[in-house]
């Protein structure tokens, strides 16, 4: 599981080209949960919100074009992927902290923390 998340980490921070559009509704990605829950803490009101464009969206948020066009809808059947992908997303529209924090929380959730982090 460490190769993969070192692998996900490389190919999604190494992204090109974001695509970012105007505020429309769709599905809150990037600083949404569980990212903008974690980074309250540290920096509160820094994160914005991106969403990926969907005709039934709910949520309020500057475009961020899918970096795959299944991913909104696979996202909106399971929340334990929506808030993966979301994490994930951090690495294409994230500052460095935001790249920490999502860094830490992928690790602790797919059991790959490091035995010198807290």
Known sequence: MGSLL???ISVFSSVRGVVLGLL????????GPPLKALLADTAPG????YVWPTGDGREMGQQLQPFFPTVPMAAATDPALHELLALVEA???GSAREKKVATKELRRRLGVERASEP
Do not use: D, P
Request: no cysteine; glycine share 12%; aromatic share 12%.
């Open 6 to 8: 070192i692998v996900l």
């Open 24 to 31: 429309v509704l769709g599905i809150l990605v990037g600083f």
């Open 46 to 49: 820094s994160a914005s919100s």
């Open 91 to 93: 690495f294409r529209v």
